[in-house]
Nanobody, 119 residues
Framework: QVQLVESGGGLVQPGGSLRLSCAAS????????MAWYRQTPGEQRELVAA???????IYADSVKGRFTISRDTASNTVHLQMNGLKPEDTGVYYC?????????????WGQGTQVTVSS
């Protein structure tokens, strides 16, 4: 079982920045992918950014050039640096971890952190 604890959400004005953090309860080298998703009321959870253990980082088109996902292996944490925030970035942000177990994958989610972009 992997616990994920998110932090860093809040209220910010358009054009501002926030940094989200997701701390995992295990060594993140054991996780194939760590990612951030966003959900707004009435909508499905959508991928914002993903950081595979091997391979290139992935970003949603709407955040390319503004958001950066990074792994801190010393603290078993994944960060999402969000710059140039827009009102449409508002939502609950969830951290997800994918743990390989044999031939299957266990998916774990954090509790979510609210990001509100408004003037």
């Amino acid at each position: 079982q992997v616990q994920l604890v998110e932090s860093g959400g809040g209220l910010v004005q358009p054009g501002g920045s926030l940094r989200l953090s997701c701390a995992a309860s295990i060594n993140i080298f054991r996780l194939n992918v760590m990612a951030w998703y966003r959900q707004t009321p009435g909508e499905q959870r959508e991928l914002v950014a993903a950081h595979p253990r091997v391979g290139s980082r992935i970003y949603a088109d709407s955040v390319k050039g503004r958001f950066t996902i990074s792994r801190d292996t010393a603290s078993n944490t994944v960060h999402l640096q969000m710059n140039g925030l827009k009102p449409e970035d508002t939502g609950v942000y969830y951290c997800k971890a994918e743990e390989p177990v044999g031939t299957t994958t266990n998916n774990y989610w954090g509790q979510g952190t609210q990001v509100t972009v408004s003037s």
